[in-house]
């Protein structure tokens, strides 16, 4: 049987680095064997915030690869104000760290970058893409947002073609994501963006959430949401547990840390400030947990995260390592007695659920999670009894929890998660979005 082809429209693809990338480059390495063939549609010169080239492993060898040059103001704007890089990665100062340059940044990527700053490569994409996809059968048209101008592609091409199937894959939220009430949009700026994420639920076929909780809220919207969350790679898994394995479990005064590890980019909005005052208070008032603690960092951390926590009795017990490849970033996870993820803390990002957790639950450890209440990602520690989730307003809990942990540490008595995971791998995932199509 011949097989179906799928184009899927994405702005991060290897060499890019982060979660976000990786959703559907794994989607590519495995929809062959169900019967799909995929086609990857991708600027030729983006602006990426991390580059990870060991991603690039993952990209099939014979994958038709099509590219078009975009672009984007982001690199006159770091030049106007080097904290615009943030932007890139969806961060932002907020509060008191806002300067005035930070200020009008965040006004004008608002209110004249709509819906976000890749807008200008939607017009010569479906120019580009009209051409294409009359000379090329295509079944069914994926686009992959954030950057959720990538949609308004998807938008054009379904109403230039209406018998093909559109796909349109949320991996985060448009305007019920937690930085969008930070744009300092106007009235009319927000009803455009309102407007056009309307525009893209009641006309894309499919709309692809990666939580739970934004599948409903985004049916509650007009469209026809299915969710699908992201997952780990079986093969990524293995050489991890393998990793793992080595690691043996040793009593106190060992040469090993209770090492409290987060992977990824950490920025002021997903701040824990009551887990870095909970673990203060341990290394003030725990001898032992101060002489056997150790606060690992993987990733980018904002630079006023990292000057609060160090002006704290933590400053001894870091352990920051910058970005790392995405295999050495499972090494490290492995390498680690418990992992760190932390969410926006309100209610309405309860359903965002971060890539790195299906990862870390790989590994086995004990997670540590947090977010607002009742969150997706609480449901799923629950369900693979891997940790337990807290709540921005929790404080002794997580001492206790911490205590409770190192405790069992101390003996080699911390036990690593066994939980059914096996639907959250990449395959089986995979087979789900075959299923729909």
Wanted: hydrophobic fraction near 35%.
């Amino acid at each position: 049987m011949q097989e179906k082809k799928i184009l899927i429209i994405t702005y991060y693809w290897p060499p890019a680095g982060g979660p976000g990338v990786q959703r559907w480059l794994k989607f590519a390495k495995y929809l062959p064997e169900f019967g799909w063939e995929p086609i990857i549609f991708t600027p030729e010169n983006p602006s990426y915030p991390l580059i990870d080239e060991s991603l690039m492993k993952d990209v099939p060898e014979n994958l038709e690869i099509i590219k078009t040059k975009i672009w984007e103001p982001y690199q006159l704007a770091e030049k106007l104000n080097k904290s615009n890089k943030k932007f890139k990665a969806g961060q932002f100062d907020v509060g008191n760290n806002q300067s005035w340059k930070s200020k009008l940044s965040i006004w004008v990527r608002g209110n004249f970058f709509i819906p976000d700053a890749r807008v200008f490569w939607v017009n010569p994409s479906v120019k580009f893409l009209e051409q294409y996809l009359k000379i090329n059968k295509i079944d069914v048209v994926v686009t992959s947002g954030p950057p959720h101008s990538l949609h308004l592609i998807g938008l054009q091409l379904k109403q230039k073609f209406p018998d093909i199937k559109w796909i349109a894959d949320f991996r985060d939220p448009w305007t019920e994501i937690s930085y969008y009430k930070h744009l300092k949009l106007t009235n009319k700026s927000d009803k455009k963006h309102r407007q056009m994420e309307s525009d893209v639920f009641k006309n894309a076929d499919i709309t692809l959430a990666t939580s739970y909780t934004d599948a409903e809220n985004f049916r509650e919207n007009g469209a026809n949401a299915v969710c699908i969350t992201n997952g780990f790679d079986e093969n990524d898994a293995t050489k991890t547990l393998k990793f793992s394995q080595s690691q043996t479990l040793e009593p106190l005064n060992s040469q090993t840390k209770f090492t409290l590890s987060y992977i990824g980019v950490l920025e002021q909005l997903r701040n824990p400030e009551n887990l870095w005052k909970a673990l203060d208070d341990l290394v003030k008032s725990n001898d032992e947990f101060a002489e056997n603690f150790k606060l690992k960092f993987v990733g980018r951390i904002d630079d006023k995260i990292l000057q609060s926590i160090e002006t704290s009795s933590l400053k001894n017990h870091i352990d920051n390592l910058g970005y790392l490849s995405h295999d050495k970033a499972i090494g490290e996870m492995a390498n680690s007695s418990m992992l760190l993820i932390t969410n926006f803390p309100n209610e309405s990002s309860k359903g965002i659920i971060p890539g790195k957790i299906f990862e870390y639950l790989a590994t086995g450890k004990q997670i540590i999670s947090f977010g607002p209440n009742e969150a997706d990602v609480a449901k799923i520690l629950d369900e693979t009894n891997a940790g337990k989730h807290f709540s921005y307003q929790d404080s002794e809990a997580i001492k206790n929890f911490i205590q409770e942990k190192f405790e069992l540490w101390k003996g080699g008595n911390l036990q690593e998660s066994k939980g059914n995971i096996d639907k959250f791998s990449r395959r089986n995932l995979t087979k789900n979005l075959a299923d729909i199509l």
